[in-house]
């Protein structure tokens, strides 16, 4: 079992800057692909950015591509999400998830087994 712990959030301005953390423990933190999500007030939890075990592969959703970059240090068992030029629409709980699979490869954008509790993110305008 794996515990991910989110930190990083806060209150920043539009055209602003945060770069998240999750940091992992009580399992094999390199044999999990990772991936970063959000849920906004009043709407569905959605993708955000994933990257393969080996940190080979990402993925992102559109609303980050050019933004945001998703990046892991397996040897401080932490995942990163670096968010640039933020909007207001970015504004949301971001949590951290990670799932146990064999291929190296591979960035997942579903089938995550383990959660954090999530960090608030607001972009003001």
């Not at 079992?1 to 990083?8: I, K, M």
């Not at 709407?43 to 591509?65: L, M, P, Q, W």
């Not at 949590?95 to 146990?100: E, F, K, L, N, P």
């Amino acid at each position: 079992q794996v515990q991910l712990v989110e930190s990083g959030g806060g209150l920043v301005q539009a055209g602003g800057s945060l770069r998240l953390s999750c940091a992992a423990s009580g399992g094999t933190f390199s044999n999990c692909a990772m991936g970063w999500f959000r849920q906004a007030p009043g709407k569905e939890r959605e993708f955000v950015a994933a990257i393969s075990r080996n940190g080979g592969s990402t993925d992102y959703a559109d609303s980050g591509k050019g933004r945001f970059t998703i990046s892991r240090d397996n040897a401080k068992n932490t995942v990163y999400l670096q968010m640039n030029s933020l909007k207001p629409e970015d504004t949301a709980v971001y949590y951290c998830a990670g799932r146990a699979v064999i291929g190296s490869y591979i960035a997942w954008r579903s089938g995550y087994d383990y959660w954090g509790q999530g960090t608030q993110v607001t972009v003001s305008s």
